[in-house]
């Protein structure tokens, strides 16, 4: 590995944004111009959001909606789908994805004027379907245990997906949540080996912890699904068994997983992280990704892009259905609670009078 690999980061270079017409180059590595190649250090950016809750359309996703606190993360999942959309903000799928990272501090607030929407309809709402509510910023600044407060304060049905040990922190409202059958928790596990995980995913905990989360929430009567996600060929795809069966064990409810999938810049991303890290497999990582898709890094089209398609893909589902059935049958998530919900919970007392 280079000795100017950035330790701690999954993307190693800023790739180009396709909104931008121009971009900032280095001409002279004499180091003439006033440029900096890669700073990897973390930036904070402040914004007064419009609206905090996204109405999601894609089939392949099992939500009506999704909230996102923060935009861009921290951990650095090399993989991650949602890299494209902070192109949306000026910045680069890449290195600054997860060094540039805009918080949305008037969320609990957008989401509780959402509530008090007459034309509001109740639906589960997905916290972080773009990226994690837990990242480390939220230690400092509490934002999504606000949020979390406000859809207690309503009965709201949430889901929850993270990969962070700090939802720990919030278990006093998650366990009031649960015993209302107001929430399901969905843990992000990739990889159960230390080495692969510190490179593929470096600014999260290890594959082990997170079952320690699982076990932790689940004997707390918190619902957990497990999401082994992404499968990467020749990557971690040799660790589905494992994984489901030791889920199973530390009490998770159900389980599911997605096929890596490398849209947009991703691919480009991907293929230089691939070659930094395993150049000796990088190849056959790549080769046996695009045979999931076609012959493409990725497949937009809907149903065909979380499953991909081709042997390898196939063989892949047979063996996580295997799996699933021998370690998680007869489990399944409880299905959420819709009725509770308070409209106006600061007047909702006037009604009788």
Known sequence: ?????????????????????????????????????????????????????????????????????????????????????????????????????????????????????????????????????????????????????????????????????????????????????????????????????RQLEPRTVSGIKRLKIVEKLSSDGIPVNVMLAPIIPALNSEEIPKIIRLSSEHGASSIAYTLVRLNGEIGNIFIDWTRKNYPDRAEKVLSQIRDCHGGQLSNSRFKRRMRGEGNISESINKLFKINKNRYFKGKSMPVLNTKSFIRNNNTSQLKLW
Request: aromatic share 10%; proline share 3%.
């Open 1 to 197: 590995m280079s000795d100017e690999y950035l330790k701690g980061r999954g993307a190693q270079i800023n790739t180009k944004n396709k909104y931008l017409s121009n971009e900032v180059v280095k001409e002279h590595d004499e180091g003439i111009d006033d440029y900096e190649t890669q700073n990897s250090k973390t930036q904070y950016f402040y914004e007064s959001a419009k609206k905090i809750v996204n109405k999601v359309t894609s089939p392949d996703i099992g939500m009506f909606y999704s909230m996102n606190p923060y935009q861009g993360c921290e951990h650095g999942c090399i993989y991650c789908y949602a890299r494209n959309t902070h192109e949306y903000w000026g910045y680069s799928a890449g290195l600054d994805f997860e060094t540039k990272i805009i918080i949305k501090e008037n969320a609990p607030e957008l989401l509780e004027k959402q509530f008090k929407n007459k034309n509001w309809k109740v639906h589960p709402i997905m916290l972080s379907g773009n990226t994690d509510c837990y990242q480390p910023i939220e230690k400092k600044l509490e934002i999504t245990r606000a949020i979390l407060q406000t859809l207690l304060k309503y009965k709201h049905p949430v889901g929850i997906i993270t990969k962070n040990a700090l939802i720990l922190r919030d278990l006093d409202i998650l366990k009031e949540l649960a015993s209302q059958n107001l929430l399901h928790v969905n843990i992000s596990i990739t990889s159960l080996n230390e080495e692969l995980r």
